[in-house]
Nanobody, 126 residues
Framework: QVQLLESGGGLLQAGNSLRLSCAASGDTRRVYALLWFRQAPGKEREFVAGFTWMVGMPYYGDTLKDRLTISRTTGNYTMYLQMNNLKPTDTAVYYC???????????????????WGKGTLVTVSS
């Protein structure tokens, strides 16, 4: 089993920055990629960014890529998402997800993820 734990969410004003963390534990050898998704109220869960874990190749979704930085520490299987110049439209629950193999559709899709964290809420006020 793999467990994922997100942290770092909160209430911020627009223009601020925030760093989220995702810590993986358990049978982490199974993890092919560790990824961030987000889900805004009334919307589908969308891919934000992440890494293939062994190689460390980063991947970025289209929505936030100009305002984010992802990083990781391999020793403790932790991934970070730094978001800058936050906007009210960034309000969402941010989830960490793990997939155990190459994605069947060659894209990072929520439906293909094997494990999810419980999510951390980010609320951006104007």
């Amino acid at each position: 089993q793999v467990q994922l734990l997100e942290s770092g969410g909160g209430l911020l004003q627009a223009g601020n920055s925030l760093r989220l963390s995702c810590a993986a534990s358990g049978d982490t050898r199974r993890v092919y990629a560790l990824l961030w998704f987000r889900q805004a109220p009334g919307k589908e869960r969308e891919f934000v960014a992440g890494f293939t874990w062994m190689v460390g190749m980063p991947y970025y979704g289209d929505t936030l890529k100009d305002r984010l930085t992802i990083s990781r520490t391999t020793g403790n299987y932790t991934m970070y998402l730094q978001m800058n110049n936050l906007k009210p439209t960034d309000t969402a629950v941010y989830y960490c997800a793990a997939i155990f193999g190459f994605p069947p559709g060659r894209t990072w899709s929520a439906k293909d993820m094997d494990v999810w964290g419980k999510g951390t809420l980010v609320t951006v006020s104007s």
